[in-house]
């Protein structure tokens, strides 16, 4: 079925503002500038800050939730499903695993190249899989086994290849590379935890998906901010590349920011573009399918890694190609995208419409076990 012009819209939209998201945080680390009370100049590395301006990003989709509802309210037939009333602080627990996984994903940034830290996202597929059978009860598909085992063998390349390149022609220190590396799986490994939460919680709740990302955007946001005050006081040596060495010098952003208008403009992008990206994200599932959405966060991949070619942000690598190609094996195999193929092919047809069975009677038990805990709640 051919894609009408605004599916085509929303597909180009997420595509795009995806890889602004990464690449603009990229590009703020990689700025130099004076400091506050004439210190010289040095790089921009505030990972935190970074971090509360996504959140400000992730809590403007609630105020574009209450927009689109207002809207919708007008119009004789309204449309949109605002979802059920719920406290709002049962999103507290994903919304401090987000807030932690993303701090140090901003971290791990500043030490790695673009296109590896966005390879080694990957990762989250792994957890999420492993701790939805722990803690979700969830029966995964063989396919979906194959798919983790392969997405692991793609992390070993690619941390492979930075290992090889030595921290992409010597921009970072090897050390660095490496541990920015080990961040990114850790940094997994909470957003798994974040996901099986609100997958959870989902289950259980009628909430729409922009009023979700705006109450966990507040939370971030809110709490994020305050966190800055203590850190700024909390010395962690060689560790920190702010002049005072300290978790988060917000102050010395700040005046870095007023030196450097261009820091500024990178931030508002990273802003900016996570705000319209999970708008675009939620709209695609809505008007396309999940799987098309799966798709074009693996092509995001692609566009970061040669648009990071085409500045020179980091050196070419064949064996950053071949992690490509088995991640991105590994994440189709795990989210189903291999079933349109199979199921062209008589002998494998059988075969897909068992998985798909599979999957739709483990959906429908995870429903109806939600359905009967929140009528016991209530």
């Given at each position: ?55 400000l990003g992730e809590f403007s989709c ?57 390879m080694l996202r990957g990762a989250v ?254």
């Amino acid at each position: 079925m051919a894609w009408t012009k605004y599916q085509l819209f929303l597909a180009g939209l997420m595509l795009t503002t995806g890889s602004i998201n990464t690449l603009s945080a990229k590009w703020a680390d990689m700025f130099s500038a004076q400091g506050c009370h004439n210190e010289p100049s040095h790089e921009f590395s505030h990972p935190f800050v970074q971090a509360v301006g996504m959140f400000l990003g992730e809590f403007s989709c609630l105020a574009v939730f209450y927009i689109l509802l207002c809207h919708d309210r007008r119009s004789p037939e309204p449309k949109m499903n605002p979802g059920q009333s719920f406290n709002p602080f049962l999103f507290l627990p994903p919304a401090l695993c987000d807030m932690t996984g993303t701090s140090l994903m901003y971290v791990a940034l500043s030490m790695t190249s673009a296109s590896s830290f966005q390879m080694l996202r990957g990762a989250v597929i792994v957890f999420t899989g492993l701790l939805s059978v722990a803690f979700l009860g969830r029966r995964l598909v063989a396919s979906q086994w194959l798919g983790i085992l392969i997405t692991i063998l793609g992390l070993v390349i690619v941390g492979l290849a930075d290992f090889l390149s030595k921290g992409q022609g010597d921009q970072h220190k090897l050390s660095d590379v490496i541990t920015g590396d080990l961040l990114i799986i850790m940094a997994q490994v909470i957003v798994s935890v974040q996901m099986v939460l609100e997958e959870k919680f989902v289950y259980k709740h009628d909430v729409h998906p922009l009023r979700a990302v705006g109450t966990e955007g507040f939370f971030g946001f809110f709490i994020l901010s305050l966190l800055l005050i203590p850190m700024y006081f909390i010395p962690v040596g060689s560790f920190a590349s702010n002049p005072r060495h300290v978790l988060e010098d917000a102050l010395d952003a700040f005046c870095q920011i007023g030196h450097q208008p261009l820091i500024l403009l990178a931030l508002l992008g990273n802003t900016v573009s996570i705000a319209f990206f999970n708008f675009a994200g939620i709209s695609v599932t809505k008007e396309i399918s999940a799987t098309t959405r799966m798709v074009l966060d693996s092509l995001r991949t692609l566009v970061i890694w040669v648009v990071s070619l085409a500045l020179g942000w980091e050196s070419f690598h064949g064996l950053q190609v071949l992690g490509f190609i088995v991640l991105l094996v590994g994440t189709a195999l795990y989210n189903g995208l291999h079933r349109p193929l199979l199921a062209r092919m008589p002998c494998c047809a059988g075969l897909v419409d068992t998985e798909e069975d599979s999957s739709l009677a483990e959906r429908e038990r995870l429903l109806d076990e939600g359905r009967v805990q929140a009528n016991e709640e209530s």
